[in-house]
C-alpha cells in the first residue's frame, strides 16, 4: 500500500483534538485506541461555563467503547497522527511526503495514477482521503457539489499547564460569550489549548504577526481560567481556520476510486466529531475490502452505511453552527448535542 501526503511531516500538521468514545472505539478496532490514549489526556465530562467562569453545568461524557478506555482523550495532533503514522509503517504502509495526485487514468486491470514526484503506478483501488480542498476529487469528480463556507471561523492557542493557575485536566471546558464561544482543553502534561468559533464573513489571508494581539482581543470578554489562558498563550502557536461543511452528493466513488474523510464530508467543529467521521471511514471500509469479493458492490455497500451517519454529523454540526450566528430561531444545541452522541454511540 502507498500513502501520498502533500505535508513535510505529517506529525505536525493542524491543532489539538477531542477524541470522543466513539472514535476510541474504532481506534480499538485497529489495535491503537490504548496507544493513543497514553500519548493524550483522559477527559471524563464537559464543563459549561458563563463569560466570567462560572461552572452552569457538568456533563458527564459517555462511553461506549471497551472496559479499561476513558470516555474521551484530549490529545495534540502530533502525537495523535505519530500513532496512526507508526502503525501504519509497521503494517507496511509506505509513505512519501511532499507528493500529491497529479492524475488518475482506468486501465484494464486497475487505475492508473500518475504522482507529482513522476511515479506512475496501477493500483486496485484509489482512497481519496486527502481533505476538504480534496485533489482526488476535484481529478476524478469534477462536477461535485463542493464544500461551503460556514459563517465562522476558529481560533486556536497553545497555553502551558504550568504557572500560577495551573489548568484542570480531565474535562472540556466551554465558555459562551455575548460575542463568541470559547473552549479549552488539556491535551498533554505541558499544554492545554484555547479555541474560539467566530461569527464572520470569510477572511482574506491574515498577516500571522497580527494573530496574536487579534486572538487576545477576540478573547477580552472572558474571564476564569479561558481569561488566564488569554494572558498565556503562548507565541507562535496561534492559527485561524475558516469553517466549511459539505456532504458530497452519493455516489462517493466512481469505478476504483472513492473518497472518505472530509474529502467526502466537511464538518464544523460543533459536535467535535470530524476525525471521528474519518476514522471510521477508514475503518470501515478496510474492513468491507477484507471480505470483498465484488469491489463495486463493496463500495455500494460502503457509502450506504456511512452516508447517513456522515450526514447527521454534519447537518447537526452545522445548524449549532447557524444557531451561534443568531440565525433558525431559538437555540437548542445542548440538546442537539445529546441527540447527535446518542446516535453516534450506535455501531459505525
Known amino acids: 500500500m502507498d500513502v501520498v501526503e502533500l505535508a513535510l511531516d505529517v506529525r505536525i500538521l493542524g491543532s489539538e483534538l477531542l477524541l470522543s468514545s466513539p472514535n476510541l472505539r474504532a481506534l480499538d478496532a485497529i489495535g491503537v485506541a490504548d496507544d493513543v490514549v497514553a500519548a493524550g489526556v483522559p477527559i471524563s465530562s464537559v464543563q459549561f461555563h458563563t ?81 476538504w480542498a480534496s ?40 465558555y459562551a460569550g455575548a460575542n463568541h464561544s470559547a473552549g479549552l482543553i488539556t491535551v498533554n502534561d505541558k499544554h492545554s489549548y484555547i479555541f474560539c468559533l467566530v461569527s ?40 485561524l481556520a475558516a469553517l466549511h461543511h459539505h456532504v458530497m ?31 471510521e471511514d477508514a475503518v470501515v471500509l478496510g474492513e468491507m475490502l477484507g471480505s470483498s469479493e465484488d469491489l463495486a458492490a463493496t463500495l455500494d455497500e460502503f457509502v450506504a452505511r456511512r452516508y447517513e451517519r456522515c450526514k447527521l454529523v454534519v447537518d447537526n454540526s452545522t445548524q449549532i453552527s447557524r444557531w451561534q450566528q443568531g440565525l433558525d430561531g431559538e437555540p437548542a444545541q445542548a440538546e442537539l448535542t445529546n441527540q447527535t452522541w446518542t446516535a453516534l454511540a450506535e455501531p459505525m
Open 249 to 279: 452528493d452519493k455516489p462517493w466513488h466512481d469505478g476504483r476510486v472513492i473518497l472518505i474523510g472530509d474529502a467526502a464530508h466537511t464538518t464544523t467543529p460543533h459536535i467535535g466529531y470530524g476525525a471521528g467521521l474519518a476514522v
Open 200 to 239: 464572520q464573513p470569510k477572511p482574506d489571508r491574515l498577516d500571522e504577526s497580527t494573530f496574536m494581539d487579534t486572538f487576545k482581543g477576540l478573547l477580552e470578554e472572558f474571564g476564569g481560567e479561558a481569561g488566564w489562558a488569554r494572558d498565556n498563550l503562548e507565541e507562535g502557536t496561534i492559527s
Open 51 to 131: 463569560a466570567d467562569g462560572t461552572e452552569i453545568a457538568n456533563v458527564p461524557t459517555p462511553s461506549v467503547a471497551r472496559e479499561g478506555l476513558p470516555p474521551a482523550v484530549g490529545i495534540t495532533r502530533h502525537a495523535f497522527y505519530g500513532q496512526l503514522y507508526d502503525a501504519a509503517v509497521a503494517a507496511g504502509a509506505k509513505i512519501a511526503h511532499e507528493t500529491t495526485v497529479q492524475e488518475i487514468s482506468d486501465a484494464d486491470n486497475g487505475v492508473e495514477v500518475r504522482l507529482t514526484d513522476g511515479r506512475v503506478s496501477l493500483y486496485d483501488l484509489v482512497v481519496g482521503a486527502d481533505g
Open 135 to 174: 485533489t482526488v476529487r476535484k481529478l476524478r469528480f469534477p462536477k461535485a457539489n463542493l464544500p461551503q463556507y460556514a459563517g465562522q471561523c476558529v481560533w486556536r492557542g497553545r497555553v502551558p499547564r504550568n504557572g500560577e493557575r495551573p489548568l484542570k485536566e480531565g474535562s472540556l471546558r466551554g
